[in-house]
């Protein structure tokens, strides 16, 4: 919130009524902002607290095939994604941070040096404090929206980056329990066969 009512009165004196309209209609846009970024700011911390529930349990799921079948692609894509998407939570949390943001209402103590000039000149001085206010929550609300999606969009993408990082683990670690069955080496079938050739 400025400190003092702004300086910026035009030449000729600003109607009484016309500056309670444009006063009123300040605090209109300025209680807007504030509703918009409280629910920008429920929609990024829904996100985020749903992305980190996922993540951990791809992270969960993927140490725990590993476990029972050793096979390392596995583990290395799913902690991947599993990171990948923990990072776009962290982004999506970020968005939901705290910032200085300016809300409609006056300071009391911001009208003491001006208790003695025209009523419109002061409403118009804190009109324009308020398009100040204005420009400066929407370059807030801008900034986080752009975190939001970008988060989102990270956290999204993580599934098929997995899948990705599995297939390129999958041809560098050849001799993975998934490579060596899609060979038939260590098929049920050929398991089977040798167990029951006559001796």
Known sequence: MNDSLSND???ESVP???AEKVLYQGELYL?????AALASDQRAMTMAAFFASVAAAIAAGAIAYWDKS????ILIAGLSGSALMAVGACICLWAARPVDFYFPGTHPKCWESV???PLSDVLWGEAQNYQDNIEKNAAFLEQN???LYRGANLSAASPLIAVAIWLLSASIYPSSPA????DGSRSPSSVDASSHTPQ
Not at 31 to 35: L, M
Not at 70 to 73: G, T
């Open 9 to 11: 009165v035009p030449e």
């Open 16 to 18: 009484l009524d016309v």
């Open 31 to 35: 209680q807007a902002q504030f509703e």
């Open 70 to 73: 050793s096979e390392l692609p």
């Open 115 to 117: 208790l003695h000039r």
């Open 145 to 147: 929206g752009k975190l």
């Open 179 to 182: 490579a060596a069955a899609s």
